[in-house]
């Protein structure tokens, strides 16, 4: 028998029902240690007066009047007859009812419950559910165990709601066969440690193996990994064995913005290094196109992606993993934390291990193509060697605007100010040059003021061109001018405005914002517009633009990423980034890296 978890809809409130009885019929197959199950029943002896013929007339009472000699009429005869045939028939139907509901029901028992604010169902059936799901099978000892069925029809990757659907169904699975079995040892916890093994689940291979899924014709490999390219054009190396372990990122996002993104994709790299897992990437339906736009090949692999029916979203010991932006939460979620973070340390302290993955995936990963590699070099060589030449000091200025608001409350609802970025740039320079508090990057130090001053520089990105015109910018350098996203006065100064009561052309003023990223390219003019819009068929001239704004991200990171000091709103992603780039030395122990939103320290990845 397999037993599938699926979600009913929700219902305001449950009372108990009188025509309810208890049958043993055929739950036992779900839990060894529950011998009945709730079942609804029509057979019970409430309703079996249905099935009775109703009691017999009344006699007549004798008349007070005298008929004379009339003959007797017969309707009350006939109003009788009538009345039993339709009981009559009423009870064939009945009957009839009851037979074809034993028939159909003798597949389905359910027994609910609930899984937070949603209500699921222990469905058990011979037949395996037709969309991906977590279910339960029995094997020969009769043991029962949970695994995850993925229908061959389905293509890798699946459906982000799909995904966080059979997380769902599986906790709920292991928790109940856990229960079943524990239940006379008391309280049995709704959740395992990070790291714990489930018992109780069974590996898809292995439940192929032994009969207790069917196998499958053909076992397809994902055909979206951007290590195809890598492997032999996406041919199959002869002698090349599947591997043991692994661990697929899914590039898919509803996201406009890509720090997250990035962010994520070092972090799954850096676990699966850790738990000694191969490491692939899928960009089938990333919103900014495919990877190798942006980025080198990852590091080689020496063995092949398993089956896409493999490769399930939970739980954590199974062989092959799937990591994307729906299972956040559950992958890198309470349990992570309470696992990766050190309990001996204070605040920041805490999260060295957290950070160390991250770091490994950025060393292993941000490797921009080769021209934008070769353009950065360039950069940062004419920026920062004149300033570590002179034993000056430059310091990085990360500002996030757009749809991105501040952490600290006094500026929720706004920004922080420039001059604030503005201040804590000078506490550097008086911190790491005048009062040579901290370790200069020159090892002479700079003779006379004048020197000092001209020999220090503030590098400034931003995703709001006004920034860099603004006066509490005056003298800062652009990080990049590769590519720039530039604002509606510079494009109409280029361009010349045809029409003054037209309004023609639009920038990136006041910053990045989602819906902009996605009307770039499309004819969009008002909200309804926005709703219209099909997120997967991008147009070429739209994913072109959506290519340039990705890639003056990266490069707007990479070039401040080598910068000796960084002021930054920890809000933002890329000031998250920026830490991890400067490693946790400069930036942490050293404190070259300054969050200016409030007393935040530096924190992972947020779901």
Request: hydrophobic share 35%; charged share 25%; proline share 6%.
């Amino acid at each position: 028998m397999i037993i599938n978890a699926s979600k009913k809809a929700k219902i305001m409130h449950a009372r108990r029902n009188p025509d309810l009885s208890v049958s043993s019929a055929a739950y036992a197959q779900l839990s060894p240690s529950v011998s009945s199950a709730t079942f609804l029943s029509p057979t019970v002896a409430s309703r079996r007066g249905l099935l009775s013929p109703s009691p017999p007339p009344s006699p007549s009472l004798p008349s007070l009047i005298h008929r004379h000699g009339k003959k007797k009429q017969s309707w009350t005869s006939h109003s009788v007859m009538v009345k039993r045939l339709l009981i009559a028939l009423c009870g064939v139907t009945v009957l009839v009812w009851l037979a074809i509901r034993q028939i159909y029901s003798h597949h389905p028992q359910m027994a609910d419950y609930d899984y937070g604010d949603d209500e699921y169902e222990m469905v058990g059936d011979s037949l395996l559910p037709q969309d991906p799901s977590a279910v339960v099978v029995s094997d020969m000892s009769g043991k029962q165990k949970w695994t995850v069925s993925i229908p061959p029809n389905y293509d890798f990757p699946l459906r982000p709601a799909q995904y966080r659907e059979i997380c769902s169904q599986s906790m709920e699975l292991s928790k109940q066969l856990r229960q079943d079995s524990q239940s006379s040892k008391g309280f049995t916890k709704r959740m395992l440690n990070y790291y714990q093994k489930d018992k109780y689940y069974m590996d898809v291979q292995e439940a192929e193996e032994q009969a207790l899924l069917p196998p499958h014709k053909s076992h397809e490999r994902p055909t979206g990994l951007v290590h195809d390219a890598s492997m032999m054009n996406g041919k199959v190396a002869e002698g090349m064995k599947v591997c043991d372990q692994t661990l697929t990122y899914v590039m898919e996002s509803t996201e406009a913005g890509f720090g997250n993104t990035l962010l994520r994709l070092w972090m799954s790299y850096g676990l699966a290094m850790k738990e000694n897992r191969t490491f692939f990437i899928d960009d089938t339906r990333w919103p900014y196109g495919k990877y190798s736009t942006y980025f080198m090949p990852p590091p080689a692999v020496n063995c092949l992606p398993p089956p896409k029916q493999y490769i399930v979203p939970c739980p954590r010991n199974a062989r092959h993993i799937a990591v994307s932006a729906a299972t956040t939460s559950t992958v890198f979620g309470h349990m992570f934390t309470e696992e990766y973070e050190d309990p001996t340390k204070m605040e920041v302290q805490r999260q060295h291990n957290i950070f160390a993955l991250l770091r490994s995936g950025y060393e292993a990963l941000f490797k921009l193509r080769e021209d934008d590699s070769k353009y950065v070099k360039e950069r940062t060589e004419s920026l920062y060697t004149p300033i570590i030449k002179h034993g000056g000091l430059s310091i990085g200025i990360h500002v996030r605007r757009g749809d991105k608001h501040p952490f600290e409350f006094q500026f929720s609802n706004d920004y922080i100010p420039l001059d604030h970025y503005v201040d804590a740039a000078r506490d550097f320079y008086i911190d790491r040059i005048e009062n040579a508090g901290g370790k200069s990057q020159s090892k002479s130090k700079p003779r006379g003021v004048e020197a000092r001053h001209t020999a220090s520089k503030l590098v400034v990105a931003s995703d709001d061109p006004d920034v860099y015109e603004a006066a509490e910018m005056g003298h800062v350098l652009r990080a990049q001018d590769r590519i720039v996203l530039a604002s509606k006065a510079t494009l109409e100064a280029a361009q010349g405005h045809k029409n003054p009561w037209i309004d023609e052309i639009s920038g990136w003023e006041g910053g990045f914002y989602r819906d902009v990223f996605w009307s770039l390219g499309r004819p969009v003019g008002n909200a309804d517009d926005m709703s219209r819009l099909d997120p997967e068929k991008v147009p070429e001239g739209a994913m072109r633009l959506r290519e340039l704004v990705g890639r003056a991200y990266l490069l707007d990171l990479a070039v401040l990423g080598k910068a000796d000091t960084v002021v930054c709103t920890v809000s933002s992603i890329g000031c998250r980034i920026l830490a991890v780039m400067l490693g946790w030395d400069s930036a942490i122990q050293h404190k070259n890296w300054k969050n200016i939103d409030g007393d935040f320290d530096w924190r992972g990845i947020t779901w």
